[in-house]
C-alpha cells in the first residue's frame, strides 16, 4: 500500500488534482467558505473526479495540524519522484541545472527553494540528510506543487556529492558574501551546481573548500544578507539568463 500523506492549502492541493487526481483518497472543504475561490476549487476538484467532504474549520485545523491550511484539506498517496543522480546528470548533459542546500533545515525555506527551484528549470535540489528537513506538508503547502515536480535527493555525505558532480564536469559555485567574484561579473561554466547555505550560516568550511567558485550576491541596500529561497531565485535566475542570451541570435 503506499504511503499516504497529508497536503493542504489551495495551491498545494489544486496542484495534486491537476496532476496526479489518481492519488486523492479523501478531499475536505472548509464548510463555512462560500466565495469565489472555494468555488472554483470546487469546480476543479469535481472535474478530477474527487469530491469534497465539507467539514468544520476546527476539523481541519487538526486534520492539518495547523490552522494555516486555507480550508483545503486532503489525505493522498506519497508520489515518488524516484531519480538517480548519476542519471540525471547524464540524460540532462550540458543543460544540467542543480540547487544545493546546506544546512538549510526551515521547511518553509526549502519549500519556496522548490518552488523557484522549478519555476527557474531545475533539474533537483540536493541536500545533506543530517542536516535538512524533510518533505512534510508544510514544505508542500509552500512549495504549491513543486514538491512534485522537482526532485529532492537527500545525500548521506555532502561533500562527496559534491565531489562526484564535479568528476562528472559539473561546475559547482558556491555562494559566499565573503568571495571576491560578484555573481554578475563572474565567468560560469555548464554544466552547473549552485550550492547555498541557510542565511546567516552560510557554508560549512568542507562545502565551501568543495566548490569550484565562490561568489558574492551584491547588495546594494541597507541588509546584510538575503533568505536562502531569496538567494536561490537570484542565482539560478542569473544562470537561464546567461543561458538564453547565448541562445539570441546575433543584431544584423
Request: charged content about 20%.
Amino acid at each position: 500500500m503506499a504511503k499516504q500523506n497529508i497536503i493542504y492549502g489551495f495551491h498545494a492541493v489544486a496542484s495534486r488534482l491537476r496532476r496526479y487526481p489518481e492519488t486523492v483518497r479523501e478531499l475536505y472543504l472548509d464548510e463555512a467558505r462560500q466565495d469565489a475561490r472555494a468555488r472554483d476549487f470546487l469546480t476543479l476538484s469535481e472535474r478530477a473526479g474527487v469530491h469534497p467532504r465539507p467539514v468544520s474549520g476546527q476539523r481541519l485545523t487538526g486534520l492539518a495540524g495547523t490552522h494555516r491550511h486555507q480550508g483545503v484539506v486532503a489525505l493522498v498517496d506519497a508520489v515518488m519522484l524516484r531519480v538517480d543522480l548519476d542519471q540525471l546528470v547524464e540524460d540532462a548533459g550540458a543543460a544540467l541545472l542543480l540547487l544545493v542546500l546546506d544546512g538549510v533545515q526551515d521547511p518553509h525555506n526549502l519549500g519556496a527553494c522548490l518552488r523557484v527551484a522549478d519555476a527557474m528549470g531545475a533539474h533537483a535540489v540536493v541536500a545533506p540528510r543530517d542536516r535538512a528537513v524533510p518533505l512534510s506538508p508544510t514544505v508542500a503547502k509552500v512549495a504549491s506543487g513543486a514538491a512534485e515536480t522537482v526532485p529532492y535527493l537527500m545525500v548521506t555525505n555532502l561533500a562527496r556529492t559534491l565531489r562526484d558532480l564535479k568528476d562528472h564536469a559539473v561546475w559547482v559555485v558556491g555562494t559566499d558574501e565573503q568571495a571576491e567574484e560578484d555573481l554578475f561579473g563572474a565567468t560560469f561554466h555548464s554544466p552547473m551546481a549552485w550550492v547555498l547555505g541557510a542565511e546567516g550560516a552560510g557554508l560549512r568550511r568542507l562545502t565551501r573548500e568543495t566548490c569550484d567558485q565562490l561568489v558574492r550576491i551584491p547588495m546594494l541596500g541597507s541588509v546584510e544578507s538575503l533568505n536562502v529561497s531569496v538567494a536561490a531565485g537570484i542565482c539560478l535566475y542569473e544562470s537561464r539568463r546567461r543561458a538564453q542570451s547565448s541562445l539570441a541570435p546575433p543584431n544584423p
